[in-house]
């Protein structure tokens, strides 16, 4: 998903002028890109709006993340966007996501990652990420309570750190 400079500003000076400060933030509505490192320190509290359309790399990078909702709307997950991202356990994509990045939920604290039925790009079976057709596994949760996981034989590839 392409961004455009002027959606990227326009988000940057609102998340700036309502006082997020990069611990606890509710994201005014308006915001459509959280950009590329924002949150630098840990954010424990955060509200995120209808109408966000992108969390771009690293967003939630080494953060305290408690709980979070991802909004109808938001159409892509960057790289390393919640990589080491704090006490998350669940965390539901909604339909409207068509893209996650590479390593997206690399050491995180997931127990299980569901899947909005009406995703065209994503499904999860039992609480682990594959894309639509489940050829490919993208993401086990790594706090998933399994002793032994079979692999779907649909399955043809595990992407990189998906275990």
């Given at each position: 998903?392409?961004?455009?400079?002027?959606?990227?500003?326009?988000?940057?000076?609102?998340?700036?002028?309502?006082?997020?400060?990069?611990?606890?933030?509710?994201?005014?509505?308006?915001?459509?890109?959280?950009?590329?490192?924002?949150?630098?320190?840990?954010?424990?509290?955060?509200?995120?709006?209808?109408?966000?359309?992108?969390?771009?790399?690293?967003?939630?990078e080494n953060d305290d993340l408690g709980m979070l909702t991802l909004p109808d709307g938001?159409?892509?997950?960057?790289?390393?966007?919640?990589?080491?991202?704090?006490?998350?356990?669940?965390?539901?994509?909604?339909?409207?996501?068509?893209?996650?990045?590479?390593?997206?939920?690399?050491?995180?604290?997931?127990?299980?990652?569901?899947?909005?039925?009406?995703?065209?790009?994503?499904?999860?079976?039992?609480?682990?990420?594959?894309?639509?057709?489940?050829?490919?596994?993208?993401?086990?949760?790594?706090?998933?309570?399994?002793?032994?996981?079979?692999?779907?034989?649909?399955?043809?590839t595990i992407a990189d750190y998906a275990f």
């Open positions: 998903m392409v961004v455009s400079m002027e959606d990227r500003r326009r988000s940057l000076d609102l998340l700036r002028r309502e006082g997020c400060d990069r611990e606890r933030c509710i994201v005014p509505r308006g915001v459509k890109v959280i950009p590329k490192g924002f949150f630098k320190s840990k954010v424990i509290g955060l509200g995120l709006p209808y109408g966000l359309r992108s969390i771009e790399d690293r967003v939630f938001l159409e892509s997950i960057g790289f390393r966007a919640f990589f080491n991202a704090g006490t998350i356990r669940v965390l539901n994509i909604p339909d409207s996501v068509r893209y996650i990045g590479p390593q997206a939920f690399v050491l995180s604290r997931l127990q299980r990652i569901d899947v909005g039925a009406g995703n065209s790009y994503f499904t999860s079976l039992r609480g682990v990420l594959f894309d639509k057709d489940r050829k490919t596994l993208i993401k086990f949760p790594p706090m998933m309570e399994e002793d032994v996981y079979y692999v779907p034989d649909t399955v043809e």
